[in-house]
């Protein structure tokens, strides 16, 4: 099946700071959202993004398609920032189910 | 309405008892989704539903495990004779188109302890 591998897997930055989250995936897509999981599991939709580029205030995705692979930024950081980022796609050919990264676990420190 | 939504958030069992977890999808979203999330790990994709049917039980770990959906609304899974690696989140989706071309959504999951 379809592999995704997302990077860094933590990240610690000051708040302020902005920062790329990555995720790579190993064949084509016909779905790609990322989430924020926050500290009490919730899965928050940030993006659904399978190409092209999208802006949310200070979150923004870029995914390009032709080469695997997903951009999450977010600039200027708060401590609400905090919490897990995970990437998920469908296949192209495969099953509709999402498949999930492991995760980049953030931490925005006042 | 509101999101999806699932019962109980909470539900601890012992080892052995059967368990049924219930999802309230997104009111005319067509497709329903159910993933499992153990502890400090990612999303397992468990089954996958279109109305009422299930096109995809591919990733339904074991026997023990079932799923059903009444038309294109409630969804239950059921899990018998559970097991302690059984624990985990159980979360639910939904999204409106099928086919995985549209945006699931997320509720806030089922907390399945086994003891």
């Known amino acids: 099946g379809i592999q995704v591998e997302q990077s860094p897997p933590d990240l610690i930055l000051q708040e302020g700071a902005n920062s790329t989250l990555r995720c790579n995936f190993s064949d084509s897509v016909n779905n790609l959202q990322w989430f924020h999981q926050n500290p009490w599991g919730q899965l928050i939709n940030l993006f659904y993004?399978?190409?092209g580029t999208k802006q949310n205030g200070r979150l923004s995705a870029t995914t390009v398609a032709t080469e695997r692979y997903s951009l999450l930024y977010i600039s200027s950081s708060q401590t609400t920032d905090s919490g897990v980022y995970f990437c998920a796609v469908v296949s192209g050919g495969g099953a509709d189910g999402l498949t999930f990264g492991k995760g980049t676990h953030l931490i925005i420190q006042p | 309405g509101a999101g999806v939504s699932q019962s109980p958030s909470n539900k601890v069992t012992e080892k052995g008892k059967d368990v049924e977890l219930r999802c309230d999808p997104i009111s005319g979203h067509t497709a329903l989704y159910w993933y499992r999330q153990r502890l400090g790990q990612g999303l397992e994709f468990l089954i996958y539903?279109?109305?009422?049917?299930?096109?995809?039980k591919s990733g339904l770990p074991s026997d023990r495990f079932s799923a059903e959906r009444t038309g294109e609304s409630v969804s239950t899974l059921t899990i018998q004779r559970t097991q302690q690696e059984d624990s985990a989140v159980y979360l639910c989706?939904?999204?409106?188109?099928?086919?995985?071309?549209?945006?699931?959504?997320f509720g806030p999951g089922t907390r399945l302890t086994v003891l």
């Open positions: 993004i399978p190409s």
């Open positions: 989706a939904s999204s409106f188109r099928t086919s995985g071309l549209d945006t699931q959504y």
């Open positions: 539903f279109q109305g009422n049917s299930a096109p995809d």
